[in-house]
């Protein structure tokens, strides 16, 4: 009862990550958002099972309602295998404790974030998501410095270095969840690349595009979940293994 329980809030939770912030890509005709975010974190505090369910579900519901359909049934496959994949990781990851290697990823994987931040997303972006339920909006625009970027990844990037010491991190989750989020960049690549491009009439080669921008949700997703990971851990949410 409690993984149904589980698997029902976190899919919730993935559905309201992926719409609340969604930046469109004009080349490929899908889009940024914090999805994986939920989804690492259910495998780090719940099951395989439950991560796949709620990464597959809920991203799937999101494409429906939001003006994605032509991306729905690729990402339910997607998320779902990259849920699993996650789950199964940090399960296997776990057995082998090993602090400062894993205050190394941290380190390398909130660097890579502050690169991506400033590289990708400093400055005027543009976000929505620009339609719900078929009811369409105006897109909204932010203008976010680079000394923004570095900001927040100092702060996360200092909770989880914490949490390396004190509740979690202490193998090397960060970087199943990279491995489990580069099965989604792969499978994004070849669906674009073979289905959803020809469909809607853009060059398939436009697949490459949203490599590096799925490369940065993954990378999103691991610097976002880590820190609430961390705080469950210091609530007594999740017991130390």
Same mark, same amino acid.
């Given at each position: 009862?409690?993984? +149904? ?5 976190? =899919?919730?939770?993935?559905? #309201? %990550? ?9 080349? =490929? $005709?899908?889009?940024?958002? +914090? ?5 690492? +974190? ?7 099972? #439950? ?14 309602? @939001?003006?994605?359909?032509?991306? %729905?049934?690729? @990402?339910?496959?997607?998320?779902? @295998?990259?849920?699993? !994949?996650?789950? !199964? ?11 400062? *290697?894993?205050?190394?990823? /941290?380190?390398? /994987?909130?660097?890579?974030? !502050? ?11 543009? *976000? ?15 203008? *976010? ?12 990037? %200092?909770? /989880? &270095?914490? $949490? ?20 989604? &960049?792969? $499978? ?10 020809? !469909? =809607? ?6 697949? +490459?595009?949203?490599?590096? /921008? ?15 990971? #961390?705080?469950?851990?210091?609530? $007594? ?5």
């Amino acid at each position: 009862m409690r993984r +149904l329980l589980e698997a029902v809030v976190f =899919t919730v939770l993935v559905y #309201v %990550a992926t719409v609340v912030l969604q930046i469109y890509q004009p080349v =490929t $005709g899908g889009y940024f958002n +914090l999805g994986e975010s939920m989804i690492y +974190l259910a495998a780090m505090v719940s099951s395989p099972i #439950v991560a796949a369910l709620a990464g597959g579900v809920g991203s799937s519901l999101a494409d429906l309602s @939001t003006g994605y359909a032509i991306f %729905a049934p690729a @990402t339910f496959i997607i998320k779902f @295998t990259e849920g699993y !994949l996650a789950g !199964l990781l940090i399960g296997w990851f776990r057995k082998t404790k090993r602090k400062a *290697f894993a205050a190394a990823s /941290v380190g390398a /994987v909130y660097a890579l974030g !502050l690169y991506y931040g400033i590289s990708y997303w400093a400055g005027v972006v543009e *976000f929505g998501p620009s339609s719900w339920l078929g009811i369409s909006f105006s897109s909204s625009t932010l203008e *976010f410095p680079w000394y923004g970027w570095l900001l927040v990844t100092v702060i996360l990037g %200092a909770i /989880v &270095v914490y $949490g390396v010491s004190k509740y979690i991190v202490k193998s090397f989750e960060p970087i199943a969840l990279l491995v489990a989020g580069s099965l989604m &960049v792969a $499978g994004y690549f070849l669906y674009e690349y073979f289905v959803s491009n020809p !469909l =809607t009439g853009r060059p398939p080669i436009n697949a +490459l595009y949203e490599v590096p /921008v799925n490369i940065g949700q993954a990378v999103a997703g691991v610097i976002i979940s880590l820190p609430i990971a #961390v705080w469950l851990y210091k609530a $007594g949410y999740i017991k130390e293994s």
